[in-house]
């Protein structure tokens, strides 16, 4: 009897969250799926009469051919700005993990970038790339350019511009998760190592990187889940511009929503959207459930 209170008392507890789950976020997403079953626009959306159209809104975004190219550019976004924030956030949390004479400040530095509000580093990544930015100021006086770079018309520099912006805010996360796991690696696996005679690459990618599996697939994952969803930062930046050119699924979505009142194909594009990551969480699960079987 006390072991069925003891689970009753347990259902309970979880009750608030389920409902608040169940209110706020399934709710959303099945009602967003039937939206882009519907031909919903501008013209109906306040009359009772919705056409359903089926998978119609999804095929015409395809046959289109611009949500391919914005999954393009979500997927280069995402892969760049995972494989930078990575590689510096290790390289600080290898620095700051030796624990040297103001370490603990100097991390603290790096951690601004994470805590300032996605619209400020955005507006200040914008006016920093702008033609009369710092930017363009430095590389003149330095006489590696001649004239302004058009950083923000032109599809490269654009791309690189929100990607250098977004790896800015991402540093510090993964250089905080990175630190947590250098802390759990035993000293005398590294003293061991350098009594056998490892030299500081060995001990690296034979100890550290391997001990780190976790921690970094974590990383990994969780940062794919946050970039590829990016939204102020990429909308105020750039707009999706030039041309497409860093119009994200997440800028797309609201595009077609708010600015062009195609408010099913914009209801489509967050589906996709959450399919895609929906499989990537399903197979951190599984890579993680046969992680913990070895």
């Known amino acids: 009897m006390s072991r ?55 095929v015409l975004l395809f046959k289109e051919g611009t949500l391919q190219k914005v999954l393009v550019n979500t997927l280069v976004f995402t892969i760049a700005c995972l494989v930078l924030q990575f590689i510096v956030g290790l390289a600080f949390a290898l620095l700051f993990n030796l624990q040297f004479r103001f370490s603990q400040r100097l991390r603290g530095f790096v951690m601004i970038s994470w805590l300032l509000p996605a619209t400020i580093t955005a507006m200040m990544f914008k006016f920093m790339f702008s033609n009369g930015g710092i930017v363009n100021d430095f590389l003149m006086r330095l006489h590696l350019t001649s004239s302004p770079v058009e950083w923000l018309v032109t599809s490269g520099t654009a791309m690189l511009t929100v990607v250098l912006a977004n790896t800015w805010v991402g540093i510090p996360f993964n250089m905080i998760l990175l630190t947590t796991g250098l802390t759990t690696i035993p000293k005398d696996i590294y003293e061991s190592a350098s009594i056998d005679g490892a030299n500081t690459l060995q001990r690296f990618f034979k100890i550290t990187l391997p001990q780190l599996k976790p921690a970094i697939m974590s990383l990994l994952v969780l940062g794919f889940i946050y970039t590829f969803k990016v939204f102020d930062l990429v909308l105020i930046v750039t707009n999706g511009g030039p041309v497409n050119a860093t119009q994200m699924m997440s800028t797309f979505a609201y595009k077609l929503s708010f600015d062009q009142f195609k408010y099913s194909q914009g209801s489509a594009v967050s589906n996709v959207m959450f399919v895609l990551l929906l499989i990537v969480g399903i197979i951190y699960l599984r890579l993680l459930k046969k992680e913990e079987q070895l």
């Open 4 to 58: 069925a209170k003891g689970r009753l008392a347990g259902y309970l507890f979880v009750l608030p969250a389920l409902l608040y789950m169940l209110v706020f976020v399934g709710y959303p997403i099945i009602d967003n799926i039937r939206l882009s079953l519907l031909d919903v626009n501008v013209m109906n959306i306040s009359k009772g009469h919705q056409p359903f159209v089926g998978l119609d809104n999804y």
